[in-house]
Nanobody
């Protein structure tokens, strides 16, 4: 059974940086597409960034230029470096894996999810 585990969340001041990680157990990511989503209190889960097996990446407009997603295929790890964090970035961040080489921005297209890691940006 595929399990995804996020780590690296925490509390940071406005303008600060964090790096969150996603690790897979049970099998390697291999050719899967991986994405990060986030959910703020009282809001729906929203797309943040994705990376395809080819290395092609995509970002939500709200984080473009501030967040960078990358993967280490050999270690089955996906990272997301977050810089110039804002209070509105506060949310639980979830890693998701899709059974497809191509990414998607839709929650429904991802089969496997981690439990999330909390990112809190203080004013």
């Amino acid at each position: 059974q595929v399990q995804l585990v996020e780590s690296g969340g925490g509390l940071v001041q406005d303008g600060g940086s964090l790096r969150v990680s996603c690790a897979a157990s049970g099998r390697a990511f291999n050719i899967s597409a991986i994405a990060w989503f986030r959910q703020a209190p009282g809001k729906g889960r929203e797309f943040v960034a994705h990376i395809q097996w080819s290395g092609t990446t995509g970002y939500a407009d709200s984080v473009k230029g501030r967040f960078t997603i990358s993967r280490d295929g050999a270690k089955s790890l996906v990272y997301m470096q977050m810089k110039r964090l804002k209070h509105e970035d506060t949310a639980i961040y979830y890693c998701a894996e899709r059974d497809n080489t191509y990414s998607s921005r839709s929650v429904a297209d991802y089969s496997y999810w981690g439990r999330g890691t909390q990112v809190t940006v203080s004013n």
